[in-house]
C-alpha cells in the first residue's frame, strides 16, 4: 500500500506565507513526478505546481514567482513553499505522486486526502 500524507495547512492571512509537506510512504519502488494540486468549492481541481525526479519544476500562472515547489528524493517527500498568498489561493491543496511499486511495473498516480489553506483578508 502507498500513502501521501500532507501536513502544513492552515489560516493565514494575505501576504502571509504557509509551507505544506506531502511525505510518500508503503511500497514504493520509485517515484516520479510529484507534484501539488488544489480545488476550490464550486471549482474544479487545478494543478499548482509539479516537479521531475530530476527537479524540473512547472507553476501555474496564477502562483508563479510566489510558491516555490521542491523536493527530497531520498525521504520521498515534495513541499510548496507559498508566499504573498491571497484570498483567491484558499482552497483544499492535494499532493500527488506518480509511482511504481515494482521494478518494471507500471506507473500509477496516487493522491493524498488533502490539507486546506484558508487566506483571509
Known amino acids: 500500500q502507498v500513502q501521501l500524507k500532507e501536513s502544513g495547512g492552515g489560516l493565514v492571512q494575505a501576504g502571509g506565507s504557509l509551507r505544506l509537506s506531502c511525505a510518500a510512504s508503503?511500497?514504493?519502488?520509485?517515484?516520479?513526478?510529484m507534484g501539488w494540486y488544489r480545488q476550490a468549492p464550486g471549482k474544479q481541481r487545478e494543478l499548482v505546481a509539479s516537479i521531475t525526479r530530476v527537479g524540473t519544476t512547472n507553476y501555474a500562472d496564477s502562483v508563479e514567482g510566489r510558491f516555490t515547489i521542491s523536493r527530497d528524493n531520498a525521504k520521498k517527500t515534495v513541499y510548496l513553499q507559498m508566499n504573498s498568498l491571497k484570498p483567491e489561493d484558499t482552497a483544499s491543496y492535494y499532493c500527488?505522486?506518480?509511482?511504481?511499486?515494482?521494478?518494471?511495473?507500471?506507473?500509477?498516480?496516487?493522491w493524498g486526502q488533502g490539507t486546506q489553506v484558508t487566506v483571509s483578508s
Open positions: 500527488n505522486a506518480r509511482l511504481r511499486q515494482s521494478w518494471g511495473g507500471l506507473e500509477y498516480d496516487y
Open positions: 508503503g511500497s514504493i519502488f520509485s517515484i516520479n513526478d
